[in-house]
């Protein structure tokens, strides 16, 4: 079986993203495969993303408009949002996340990097808690944060 690897564009995005994201997600597909959606965006990008509602901030105040970008959006591949089929096949395309969710802290904890998922903002392991749900966020924890 084939390893796992990105493609052009996702390994273009994740260039755009601090070191320590870049160390895990290349490390993370090796074994799991993901596709790198966004690193670093725009002014206008970061606008856009806010008005069609899927950032809560506007320029520059999310962790996506720095350089590096101290945030990436990955989803698992093939990448299923679970917007189509019966409500069975919504609910599993979604639990795809979660599961690579898991994958993630572990890979990231066996690295020794700080990380914030947006499936769980406070990082308290409670997904109830949440009020905006960005499943495929996630971001660098900095010490002096």
């Known amino acids: 079986m ?3 690897s990105f493609g052009k564009a996702s390994r273009e995005r994740l260039d755009t993203c601090d070191p320590g994201l870049c160390l895990l997600f290349n490390k993370v597909v090796q074994s799991y495969d993901c596709s790198i959606l966004i690193g670093h ?3 206008e990008d970061q606008q856009a993303a806010y008005a069609a509602g ?6 520059p105040d999310s962790k996506h408009n720095s350089l590096p970008s101290k945030a990436v ?3 698992p591949y093939p990448i299923n949002w679970g917007s189509t089929g019966s409500e069975e096949q919504k609910r599993k395309a979604i639990a795809r996340f ?3 969710a898991g994958y993630v802290k572990a890979t990231a904890e066996s690295l020794g990097i700080k990380i914030r998922w947006g499936g769980d903002w406070d990082n308290d392991l409670d997904f109830s808690d949440q009020n905006f749900d960005d499943l495929p966020h996630w971001e660098i924890i900095e010490d002096d944060s």
């Not at 899927?54 to 320029?59: A, G, N, P, T, V």
């Open 2 to 4: 084939k390893m796992p």
């Open 41 to 43: 965006r725009s002014k």
């Open 54 to 59: 899927r950032s809560k901030l506007k320029w």
């Open 73 to 75: 959006d990955v989803a």
């Open 98 to 100: 979660y599961h690579f």
